[in-house]
């Protein structure tokens, strides 16, 4: 326990002790904090304590404005820092605790109430990747746009598949999205593309990683070694946008209809505008030895993958996860998805080792995201086109107001948590408002 009270309900207990990045009103300056139950630890005021075989001669990373410097510095590092934060906050230990008990929390200059902190970006994200590694996500999609039978793309149990994303437009949890312009074709009729603001706007609720030690040009990370260079997690909405239309000339036989989260620009590359106007992560990361006692069985992969993919020991993750909407701001917000980290197909491994094996170098601080998380069931799916079954159902929101897409001033929030014996390991909330459009040509 510590001396920092908290319940049981609680994201951020002393056997989490998430990293993050922050800032007051008093002291603009950006600096790593260490979330506590409704407190944050600036390590900046107690970087002097970090004085293990390890740290001593390193601790200057916690003066840094982003976290980069701390992932880069590996596990060994990692586990030491981890001790020696639960030893000075834990209620036994007198470094802070004493203090604790003549001052209140509030006093003490190393700790700043939650409520009074501005949280930014944790790391400065030089390249962000987004796969698709739900199994359920993938074959709901297929199953709307695709025959019986081709629901999957032939390579999708042989290799996590992923885009590389903008990495520019990633923000913290709280920033407005607004909705963007683009071009859209409706149908195959050779008529010119329309411009306008997109139709229907999604969320995707998922989990991302950041890397830790990075890798040279030209060597690839083993499978075997990935763990060594995955720092922790966090949570992600990858918003994606659609005008709804046709893809031309595509064969009918392969496709009922072209799928809406594409837009007319992903042809022949793959995604672009729909991707690049947002992706919100949540402002604290769990890491991954906060989260190792909440590790279960991989999802059984029932196509072997080759062997540079092959991993037994278990790196999946028993995570609760949710999606709540406020509609338009006022209402709300309602519950609209539950669903697990654990169905994920690809493990974080296979995603790292697979995007290396070209040599691609990985650096400290990229993030690398899982795509759509849903389960089987109606209420664990982790967006509104599947929610809303390519547009053919509604999703209640109170009050008799329904969505099918997310309409303008509406606000997602995103959860998640590791539920232990009487505590609980969460990521806190990532949370994203829809702005209307502006018009580009005025």
Same mark, same amino acid.
């Given at each position: 326990m510590s001396f920092i009270k908290y319940d049981q309900t609680c994201d951020f207990p002393i056997q989490n002790l998430p990293y993050g990045v922050f800032s007051t009103a #008093?002291?603009?300056?950006?600096?790593?904090?260490?979330?506590? +139950?409704?407190?944050? @630890?600036?390590?900046?005021?107690?970087?002097?304590?970090?004085? +293990?075989?390890? @740290?001593? #001669?390193?601790?200057?990373?916690?003066? =840094?404005?982003?976290?980069? $410097?701390?992932? +880069?510095?590996?596990?060994?590092?990692? =586990?030491?820092?981890?001790?020696?934060?639960?030893?000075?906050?834990?209620?036994?230990?007198?470094? @802070?605790? $004493?203090? !604790? #008990?003549?001052?209140?929390?509030?006093?003490?200059? !190393?700790?700043?109430?939650?409520?009074? !902190?501005?949280?930014? @970006?944790?790391?400065?994200?030089?390249?962000?990747?987004?796969?698709?590694s739900s199994l359920h996500h993938s074959v709901n999609v297929g199953k709307m746009f695709r025959e019986k039978g081709d629901e999957l793309a032939p390579n999708w149990k042989h290799l996590p598949a992923g885009y590389h994303g903008r990495a520019s437009s990633v923000v913290v949890s709280g920033t407005p999205i607004r909705r963007p312009y683009g071009q859209a074709c409706f149908d195959d009729s050779g008529k010119p593309p329309t411009f306008g603001p997109c139709r229907l706007m999604d969320f995707e609720l998922e989990m991302a990683f950041f890397v830790g030690p990075g890798n040279d040009l030209g060597e690839p990370i083993p499978v075997t070694k990935a763990q060594d260079h995955i720092f922790g997690m966090t949570l992600m909405n990858d918003w994606s946008v659609s005008n709804g239309f046709k893809e031309p000339g595509y064969p009918q036989s392969k496709w009922k209809n072209f799928a809406p989260e594409f837009l007319w620009e992903y042809i022949p590359l793959g995604p672009f505008l729909a991707k690049n106007l947002g992706t919100t992560i949540a402002p604290w990361v769990v890491t991954m030895e906060a989260l190792a006692s909440f590790a279960v069985p991989n999802v059984n992969q029932d196509v072997e993958p080759l062997p540079y993919l092959q991993h037994k020991d278990n790196f999946n993750f028993d995570i609760n996860l949710a999606a709540a909407i406020s509609a338009d701001g006022t209402n709300g917000p309602v519950t609209i998805c539950q669903t697990n980290f654990k169905d994920m197909y690809w493990s974080m491994k296979q995603q790292l080792a697979h995007h290396s094996v070209t040599g691609c170098n990985m650096r400290p601080g990229d993030l690398l995201a899982s795509g759509t998380i849903s389960g089987p069931t109606d209420d664990s799916l982790g967006s509104m086109l599947e929610l809303c079954w390519k547009g053919t159902r509604e999703v209640a929101l109170g009050n008799g107001i329904t969505r099918k897409f997310l309409e303008d001033n509406d606000e997602v929030i995103l959860t998640g948590y590791c539920q232990g014996d009487g505590y609980r390991v969460g990521f806190g909330t990532c949370t994203g408002k829809v702005l209307p459009a502006i018009n580009p040509m005025q």
């Open positions: #008093e002291n603009a300056q950006h600096r790593i904090g260490v979330a506590i +139950g409704d407190q944050v @630890l600036d390590l900046s005021v107690v970087g002097e304590l970090f004085n +293990g075989p390890h @740290l001593s #001669e390193c601790r200057d990373v916690f003066d =840094k404005p982003v976290l980069n $410097d701390l992932m +880069g510095l590996g596990p060994p590092v990692w =586990k030491e820092a981890r001790q020696t934060l639960q030893k000075i906050l834990s209620a036994d230990d007198p470094t @802070l605790g $004493d203090n !604790a #008990e003549v001052k209140t929390i509030q006093d003490l200059k !190393a700790f700043v109430p939650q409520s009074q !902190a501005v949280m930014h @970006l944790p790391a400065k994200i030089g390249d962000y990747t987004d796969f698709t």
